[in-house]
């Protein structure tokens, strides 16, 4: 089972940029595609982005040229990079291992919460 811990959240201005981590428990970790989904209030939970154990990334439409998803398998850790904030990116984001299939699996941790306002 692993275990998952989203920091690096907060307030920002239009415009602005913050980087997402996720921590990751368990030896297993590297084996796996990981995502980064979003959920906005009153809105269904969106993959945002997502990364192969071998670093193949793919994206929302509504965040490319924007995000960037990264991991660091030595530390367990996968990112989360977001430049050009939007008012429309405020969600609290979460990540979460991806089966061969891309469908999130295991226990959602508690996310981190992404404000984009001036």
């Known amino acids: 089972q692993v275990q998952l811990v989203e920091s690096g959240g907060g307030l920002v201005q239009p415009g602005g940029s913050l980087r997402l981590s996720c921590a990751a428990s368990?030896?297993?970790?590297?084996?796996?595609?990981m995502g980064w989904y979003r959920q906005a209030p009153g809105k269904q939970r969106e993959l945002v982005a997502a990364?192969?154990?071998?670093?193949?990334?793919n994206y929302a439409d509504s965040v490319k040229g924007r995000f960037t998803i990264s991991r660091d398998n030595a530390k367990n850790t996968v990112y989360l990079q977001m430049n050009s904030l939007k008012p429309e990116d405020t969600a609290v984001y979460f990540c979460i291992p991806l089966n061969n299939l891309g469908i999130p699996f295991g226990s959602w941790g508690q996310g981190t919460q992404v404000t984009v306002s001036s």
């Open positions: 990364i192969t154990s071998g670093g193949r990334t």
């Open positions: 368990g030896s297993i970790f590297s084996i796996y595609p």
